[in-house]
């Protein structure tokens, strides 16, 4: 795929998804196509069908994906950190219900 038909499908737009590349008029990321096709097992066709993507979308994403592998790999781990920091800062009503009742 030309660096052109990409220009076509994927964006960087500060302001829009956190200025990450994203799929051209819409919010859904590079790295979220990433997660649910390499992490989840989605195929493309699944993405499509559940995003009302275009295939050529998803390929892209995907292609842009391979392309900055080392660097779209490193801000899925700096999220999970991230999320991670969040759960150990915020309690959860469940959680301190379930030790209420078990005395805690």
């Given at each position: 795929?030309?660096?052109?038909?990409?220009?076509?499908h994927?964006?960087?737009?500060?302001?829009?998804?956190?200025?990450?590349?994203?799929?051209?008029?819409h919010?859904?990321?590079?790295?979220?196509?990433?997660i649910?096709?390499?992490?989840?097992?989605?195929?493309?066709?699944?993405?499509?069908?559940?995003?009302?993507?275009?295939?050529?979308?998803?390929?892209?994403?995907?292609?842009?994906?391979?392309?900055?592998?080392?660097?779209?790999?490193?801000?899925?781990?700096?999220?999970?950190?991230?999320?991670?920091?969040?759960?150990?800062?915020?309690?959860?009503?469940?959680?301190?219900?379930?030790?209420?009742?078990?005395?805690?």
């Amino acid at each position: 795929m030309s660096a052109a038909a990409l220009d076509h499908h994927i964006e960087i737009t500060p302001g829009i998804a956190g200025g990450k590349p994203h799929i051209a008029g819409h919010r859904i990321t590079v790295q979220n196509i990433a997660i649910w096709h390499e992490y989840m097992g989605k195929s493309a066709d699944e993405i499509c069908a559940e995003y009302g993507l275009m295939l050529a979308d998803v390929y892209a994403a995907l292609t842009y994906y391979f392309d900055h592998r080392a660097e779209i790999d490193h801000s899925i781990e700096e999220d999970k950190t991230f999320v991670e920091m969040l759960r150990e800062q915020t309690s959860s009503i469940l959680r301190e219900k379930l030790r209420a009742h078990r005395g805690e």
